[in-house]
C-alpha cells in the first residue's frame, strides 16, 4: 500500500518561510511526476509546483520566484521551499505522486493528508 507523509506546515508571518516535505512509502515500482498542490477555503484546489523524476520543474505564476520544488529520488521525497509567503498563501498543501506499483499497471495519482500553512497578521 502506498502512503504520502506530509510535513512542515504551520503558522508563519508574512514574509516568513516553511519547507514542506512529502515521502512516498510503501510498494511500488516507480515514481513519475510529483507535486504539490492547495486548497484554500472557498477555492477550488489548485497546482502549486510539480517536479519530473529528471528534474523538471513547472510553478503557478502566482509563486513564481518564491517557491522552489525539489525532490530526493533516493529518498522518494519531494519538497517545497516557500519563501515571502503572504496571507493568501494559506491553504492546505497536498503532496501528490504519479507513480506505478508495478511495471505492469499504468501510472496513477496518489495523494497525502495534506498540511495546513497559515500566514498569521
Known amino acids: 500500500q502506498v502512503q504520502l507523509v506530509e510535513s512542515g506546515g504551520g503558522l508563519v508571518q508574512p514574509g516568513g518561510f516553511l519547507r514542506l516535505s512529502c515521502e512516498a512509502s510503501?510498494?511500488?515500482?516507480?515514481?513519475?511526476?510529483m507535486g504539490w498542490y492547495r486548497h484554500a477555503s472557498g477555492k477550488e484546489r489548485e497546482l502549486v509546483a510539480t517536479i519530473t523524476s529528471g528534474g523538471r520543474t513547472g510553478y503557478a505564476d502566482s509563486v513564481k520566484g518564491r517557491f522552489t520544488i525539489s525532490r530526493d529520488n533516493a529518498k522518494n521525497t519531494v519538497y517545497l521551499q516557500m519563501n515571502s509567503l503572504k496571507r493568501e498563501n494559506t491553504a492546505v498543501y497536498y503532496c501528490n505522486a504519479n507513480l506505478r506499483t508495478s511495471r505492469y499497471i499504468g501510472p496513477v495519482d496518489y495523494w497525502g493528508q495534506g498540511t495546513q500553512v497559515t500566514g498569521s497578521s
Open positions: 510503501g510498494s511500488f515500482f516507480s515514481i513519475a511526476a
